[in-house]
């Protein structure tokens, strides 16, 4: 089958859908493949997430480069990471072919994001339009992994945003919610039309915004998600019921959260990631 036609500048639906017959593609739903097709979409996050020229920006799954060319556009160095052997190896080719003048800027690594440990050079900034099924891992193994990375904006399906950015309290507050307030102030920054993807997704999408900040405490992260995970594992449940088995019975743990200045009989959707670390110093010894 012949190339898809050579054009300048960032993708277009015609343009899509010429690259993606010219590797045989057909979009996965299990890998979450929806391709922005509306350049103006592209630009619009890009603005949004802030990028700045020569900074380093970590994108996940790139796919067919519509966001990629945008970034580079706007003048970033971009490191692109790409799980799919043949859009890995499309990608660099297609910046070439549109945006030869910033070739040099991006950097492909094909690999699963949730595995990657090491980058060079060290990214200082997320952009990405992340695959549904795997968003809120992908963005909490890299806030753990590069402490490098300042500040982010990621495109996930429109209940995932909501879960993210929701404060105590809010019915969707849940782990993934305390567990990015651990890194980091977020927001949702917009919306996204399920129009502007090929194919289009069932659901919108939304843009969440997040800005790095000090942790709440200085106790060990991981104990703080266990004791996360343990509240939310039965969240109908007071606390001094759901962390029983934490701390080896409800008696204890009533006693353990007084000590802690946190009423037992509050449930997990109610507390600040600041009150879940306030736990960790009262748990038993033995865990």
Not at 39 to 48: D, E, H, M, S
Not at 235 to 256: C, T, W, Y
Request: zero cysteines; hydrophobic letters at 45%.
């Amino acid at each position: 089958m012949a190339d898809a036609p050579v054009r300048s500048g960032l993708l277009d639906p015609r343009t899509i859908r010429a690259l993606a017959a010219e590797l045989d593609l057909h979009p996965s739903k299990q890998r979450g493949q929806n391709f922005v097709i509306d350049p103006n979409t592209v630009r619009r996050i890009v603005a949004l997430a802030g990028v700045q020229p020569n900074e380093v920006v970590l994108e996940v799954g790139p796919g067919l480069g519509s966001l990629t060319l945008g970034l580079l556009e706007a003048g970033a160095n971009v490191t692109a990471v790409e799980i799919e052997s043949s859009l890995a190896a499309r990608l660099e080719r297609t910046v070439s072919e549109r945006l030869p003048d910033a070739a040099d800027r991006l950097t492909v690594l094909e690999a699963d994001a949730l595995r990657i440990t090491e980058l060079d050079p060290l990214p200082t900034r997320v952009v990405a339009n992340l695959p549904y099924n795997i968003s809120v891992p992908v963005i909490l193994h890299l806030l753990a992994t590069f402490p490098s990375i300042t500040s982010g904006l990621v495109m996930v399906q429109l209940e995932v945003a909501d879960r993210l950015v929701a404060p105590p309290g809010n019915k969707v507050y849940g782990t993934p919610s305390a567990k990015l307030a651990w890194y980091a102030s977020s927001a949702r920054v917009g919306t996204v039309p399920a129009t502007v993807f090929w194919p289009a997704p069932n659901v919108e999408s939304g843009l969440v915004a997040f800005t790095r900040r000090e942790p709440p405490a200085t106790v060990d992260r991981q104990t703080v998600f266990d004791v996360v995970d343990a509240a939310f594992g039965q969240r109908r449940k007071m606390l001094r019921s759901a962390l029983s088995g934490v701390f080896g019975s409800s008696a204890d743990a009533s006693e353990a959260l007084l000590r802690a200045g946190i009423d037992p009989t509050r449930r997990g959707e109610t507390l600040t990631i600041e009150e879940f670390a306030a736990i960790v110093p009262h748990l038993p010894s033995e865990l």
